[in-house]
């Protein structure tokens, strides 16, 4: 399997065009599907009740249509490319199927794709990135529709890093970093908090600042919560809602993921300044 890769790293670096279409094709398919997957998963559990386990989001029912339940065909569910030939339509009823999710699919199929490019080939670090992107998308997604994000989410992304982190070759620069994470983003809660007289406990904002910092390492942490608090506060300005006490609410995660793999990639510069 190692020779393999290393063919395939050759044939990419010389530019061969059979295997770069090949590689960028099914890098740009899987981060399409775990983004179909991702949205899935996440408007499940915002309709999913208390007594049913998460795995049920997952297995069942079989999707589809929410205008008019009619089953979806394997075709309906190729990423991007079912909804173009539906003309962003239900086959059944004409329904609308909101542009956002073909669009998301491509996003994380871009962001996928880029990955070997990024990383000089297929690389550890490449498949760290591709399977971090992909998590991350999961974690945001939910949080985003839910306003958390499950254990099993968080803690996947958090032990995979503190295990094989190809970013960060010390495993104490892991667990520093994975603890610089949870710390800085408790006690950026705690100071909103204290300041609104509001209660922002955020054990899944916490969990994924200790993820992130355990695949980046300790020196890149405070620049990538630095970037999320920017990202999200430019999202709070084009998305805000307000509740019903007039305060505005958006979740903290899909920012802190969606900086990530963006952090992953600028680590090197970030690490070794100058």
């Known amino acids: 399997?190692?020779?393999?890769?290393?063919?395939?790293?050759?044939?990419?670096?010389?530019?061969?065009?059979?295997?770069?279409?090949?590689?960028t094709g099914f890098l740009f398919l899987l981060g399409a599907c775990a983004a179909s997957f991702s949205c899935l998963v996440a408007f499940r559990l915002a309709r999913l009740p208390e007594d049913r386990p998460l795995i049920a989001a997952i297995s069942t029912p079989p999707s589809s249509c929410d205008h008019c339940g009619r089953r979806l065909s394997m075709l309906d569910l190729v990423p991007v490319l079912g909804w173009l030939a539906a003309r962003g339509r239900c086959r059944g009823c004409g329904g609308n199927v909101p542009a956002r999710y073909p669009a998301?699919?491509?996003?994380?199929?871009l962001v996928c794709a880029a990955a070997p490019f990024v990383f000089g080939g297929l690389t550890a670090q490449c498949f760290a990135a591709v399977f971090v992107a992909c998590t991350a998308f999961l974690a945001a997604a939910i949080d985003w529709e839910n306003g958390l994000v499950p254990e099993e989410v968080t803690w996947t992304l958090l032990f995979s890093g503190l295990l094989a982190s190809p970013f960060v070759t010390d495993v104490w620069s892991?667990?520093?970093?994975?603890?610089?994470?949870?710390?800085?983003?408790?006690?950026?809660?705690?100071?909103?908090?204290?300041?609104?007289?509001?209660?922002t406990r955020a054990v899944g904002d916490v969990a994924m600042g200790a993820a992130g910092g355990a695949w980046l390492g300790l020196q890149p942490v405070s620049w990538w919560l630095f970037a999320a608090c920017f990202v999200h506060v430019a999202i709070c300005v084009l998305a805000a809602s307000e509740d019903e006490e007039g305060m505005t609410w958006l979740p903290f995660g899909p920012a802190l993921m969606g900086v990530l793999p963006v952090a992953l990639a600028a680590s090197p510069w970030i690490a070794t300044p100058g």
């Open 174 to 199: 892991r667990a520093a970093g994975a603890a610089l994470g949870a710390i800085l983003v408790w006690v950026s809660m705690a100071l909103i908090g204290w300041w609104k007289r509001i209660d």
């Open 104 to 109: 998301l699919e491509a996003a994380m199929g």
């Open 1 to 23: 399997m190692h020779e393999q890769v290393e063919l395939f790293n050759a044939f990419f670096a010389a530019g061969d065009p059979v295997v770069v279409a090949t590689v």
